[in-house]
């Protein structure tokens, strides 16, 4: 009787270890995971992308990403109303061009903005600058993006009204460039290239270093930052 008493005793104690260790392991492998989580809100001061000697931060980065995700997100919505996020999972089968519709996005976010830089700085290298309209211009379509974005948006990108007028400014000028000898559909095709480049499914050489950060491709999921 007793000793049927202490091996009771032994079994309680056993099992106590065992949940406490269980409990352990649980706590320990959700601290692991949640250390490991990407918070895109703590690193908008992370560079994205060097081009030559310009560097380009996520908080600015996330221009392009709205831009993007607005266009592709229309697109979603059409593909699937309740479940737009299907049209994101889509996945294309192009050979050495294959991934899926969230990639392509990145990629093609990632080449808009490289090409604005390149032809950025051929701009000002060539003396070209924005006249007075083409600086209240770019005030007029920063305060218009500006005002359709959502809080959230706000805060979730960290972008200002200032940096979307300095990206604004830019691009004006990278058209006030490119107009005199590169029509819309050439300037696209001009991007398809650098994305082609930047994604390593081309050997062209660009004509300026390129340096992207392949840690925030691997953490970023587009169609998840502005919406859905």
Known sequence: MRDRKRYNQIAIIISFIAIFLLLCYLFYSKWQKDKNVFVYEEHLNDIVVTVGEQSVTLREFGYYIAKMEK????????YNPKDPMEYWNVHFS???????????????ALADCVCDLIF???????????????????????????????????????????LIKMI???RLLVQLYTKSFMGENELSGYIDSIMNCISGNSNMAMETEVICNEDMKNNIRMGTITVN
């Open 71 to 78: 266009d592709v997100q229309e697109k979603a919505l059409m």
């Open 94 to 108: 192009a050979g050495l061009d294959s991934g899926y519709m969230f990639e392509y996005a990145w990629n093609y």
């Open 120 to 162: 950025a700085q051929k701009a000002r290298d060539e003396g070209y600058n924005l006249s007075e309209n083409g600086y209240k211009q770019a005030e007029m379509q920063a305060e218009a993006l500006y005002t359709m974005l959502s809080t959230e948006q706000i805060e979730k990108t960290g972008l200002t009204i200032d």
């Open 168 to 170: 604004e400014e830019r």
